[in-house]
């Protein structure tokens, strides 16, 4: 059974830009959770999906933004780029909503905010 | 609200020695507790959690791990370091049986001398 999947997996953008970053999870999860791992603030919840709908979220400021597809495939955006904003981000997949006590990870994308 | 701490960002170990990384966590609620390895450039790997039942807790790779309710601790132990356990490892606490985001600790950097 294939793991999840993160794409791109390093990506460099510019202050004030915009990105979206990819995670297809493991074949029958539903549910998907992405992380943000920086050195300064370390691993925190952004938000969770599950069926298309974002059921649960971190405190992060608006720019970021997720969405998930009817095959369970996630994306996340984060506009209007700040330096800070650069970071691994980490994509979680687990079997059913608010199940992350069984969650497996993705390799993560790391973003780079120049 | 939930935390976790971890004592020693840093802890250095030489080969064949025991390795202890300090985990104390903070939580209103019984906690389910995970211990989680990140290998350079590399997503998250459940090492071992527990959830109820037996507070001694076996996890891949020779670790194991005891939750102790009187000192809200959950430190991680393996009898023999090997050169292949150095890696960065999180302690993370989830709450309502594993229903609540995972709340981590900042790391605790593992490095095996030969």
């Known amino acids: 059974k294939a793991g999840v999947t993160q794409t791109p997996r390093y990506l460099i953008k510019t202050r004030g830009q915009q990105v979206t970053l990819s995670c297809s999870p493991i074949?029958?999860?539903?549910?998907v959770s992405w992380y943000q791992q920086t050195p300064g603030q370390g691993l925190q919840f952004l938000f969770e999906?599950?069926?298309?709908?974002?059921?649960n979220k971190g405190n992060f400021p608006g720019r970021f933004s997720g969405r998930q597809f009817s095959n369970s495939r996630s994306e996340m955006n984060v506009s209007t780029l700040e330096l800070g904003d650069s970071a691994l981000y980490l994509c979680?997949?687990?079997?059913?909503?608010?199940?992350?006590?069984?969650?497996?990870f993705g390799p993560g994308t790391r973003l780079t905010v120049l | 609200a939930q935390s976790v701490t971890q004592l020693g960002s840093h802890v250095s170990v030489s080969e064949g020695a025991l390795v202890l990384l300090r985990c104390n966590y903070s939580?209103?609620?019984?906690?389910?507790l995970f211990w989680y390895v990140q290998y350079p450039n590399q997503g998250l790997q459940l090492l071992l959690k527990?959830?109820?039942?037996?507070?001694l807790v076996k996890g891949i790779n020779g670790f194991e791990a005891e939750f102790k309710k009187s000192e809200t601790s959950f430190h991680l132990t393996k009898p023999s370091a090997h050169m292949s356990d150095a890696a960065e490892y999180f302690c993370?606490?989830?709450?309502?049986?594993?229903?609540?985001?995972?709340?981590f600790g900042k790391g605790t950097r593992l490095s095996v001398i030969a």
């Open positions: 993370a606490v989830s709450e309502l049986s594993g229903n609540t985001p995972l709340v």
């Open positions: 939580s209103s609620v019984p906690p389910y």
């Open positions: 999906y599950f069926s298309e709908t974002q059921r």
């Open positions: 074949s029958g999860h539903r549910s």
């Open positions: 527990y959830t109820t039942g037996a507070t």
């Open positions: 979680a997949s687990s079997p059913n909503p608010g199940q992350y006590n069984e969650q497996f």
